[in-house]
Nanobody, 125 residues
Framework: QLQLVESGGGLVQPGGSLRLSCAAS????????IGWFRQAPGKEREGVSC????????NYADSVKGRFTISRDNAKNTVYLQMNSLKPEDTAIYYC??????????????????WGQGTQVTVSS
């Protein structure tokens, strides 16, 4: 069974950092572009970042550019989202998702086939 599991969320003060992980089971994450998304209460889901199959191409939402970094460790079958200089407006449930085909590019407005259950990130003093 194909499954994505997010971890690393929690409560952090403004200006702090967190690293989210997206681990796969049941399939090899290596082949697929991965996206990170978030949804805050009362708001629509927002694409945060994505990384291509090889890791050679990445994209970021304007709201997180310069603060968040997406990366992948194919040996560990895991994709990471390093989040620095966190702001209260980054508070949301963060989800990772995979596209079910190989691509040298990525975009968060593509159709994603597999989704994790999400991890809560709260930025508050």
């Amino acid at each position: 069974q194909l499954q994505l599991v997010e971890s690393g969320g929690g409560l952090v003060q403004p200006g702090g950092s967190l690293r989210l992980s997206c681990a796969a089971s049941g399939f090899n994450l290596y082949y697929y572009p991965i996206g990170w998304f978030r949804q805050a209460p009362g708001k629509e889901r927002e694409g945060v970042s994505c990384i291509s199959s090889s890791g050679g191409s990445t994209n970021y939402a304007d709201s997180v550019k310069g603060r968040f970094t997406i990366s992948r460790d194919n040996a560990k079958n895991t994709v990471y989202l390093q989040m620095n200089s966190l702001k209260p407006e980054d508070t949301a449930i963060y989800y990772c998702a995979a596209i079910g085909y190989v691509s040298s590019r990525c975009a968060t407005d593509w159709s994603y086939d597999y989704w994790g259950q999400g991890t809560q990130v709260t930025v508050s003093s």
